[in-house]
């Protein structure tokens, strides 16, 4: 085995970011097959998950269900900020989500 010399280390280290947001989806979609998974799909996101239960009371209305999500992504040779607001048009176009709202500016994970 060979180790790694310390500017090797540093090229392959990319930084990760995330933004939560706030998704309102049709409440016949099953948000993990059928919503989560094509945002998984859009390219420099690496995670997706639900960070606050859209089965809690105040998250149901007639015919929608809310979630707060958490998107981890690298934004591959662009701003952050500018990464995100070129992924929103493709999340507002998947089938079943009537709302997307980004709540916060996203910032860098440590890892």
Same mark, same amino acid.
Do not use: C, W
């Given at each position: 085995?060979?180790?790694?010399?310390?500017?090797?280390?540093?090229?392959?280290? /990319?930084?990760?970011?995330?933004?939560?947001?706030?998704?309102?989806?049709?409440?016949?979609?099953n948000l993990t097959k059928e919503v989560l998974n094509i945002?998984?799909?859009?390219?420099?996101? /690496?995670?997706? /998950?639900?960070?606050?239960?859209?089965?809690?009371?105040? &998250?149901?209305?007639?015919?929608?269900?809310?979630?707060?999500?958490?998107?981890? &992504?690298?934004?591959?040779?662009?701003?952050?900020? /500018?990464?995100?607001?070129?992924?929103?048009?493709?999340?507002?176009?998947?089938?079943?989500i009537k709302a997307f709202k980004f709540l916060d500016k996203?910032?860098?994970?440590?890892?």
């Amino acid at each position: 085995m060979q180790l790694v010399t310390e500017t090797e280390r540093k090229n392959l280290e /990319t930084d990760v970011y995330s933004v939560h947001a706030r998704l309102i989806y049709d409440a016949t979609r099953n948000l993990t097959k059928e919503v989560l998974n094509i945002l998984r799909a859009i390219d420099g996101v /690496t995670v997706v /998950t639900v960070v606050a239960d859209p089965r809690r009371k105040e &998250f149901k209305q007639e015919g929608v269900e809310k979630s707060i999500i958490r998107i981890k &992504f690298i934004p591959k040779e662009v701003a952050p900020i /500018t990464y995100i607001k070129e992924m929103l048009p493709l999340i507002r176009k998947i089938e079943g989500i009537k709302a997307f709202k980004f709540l916060d500016k996203p910032y860098r994970l440590e890892l």
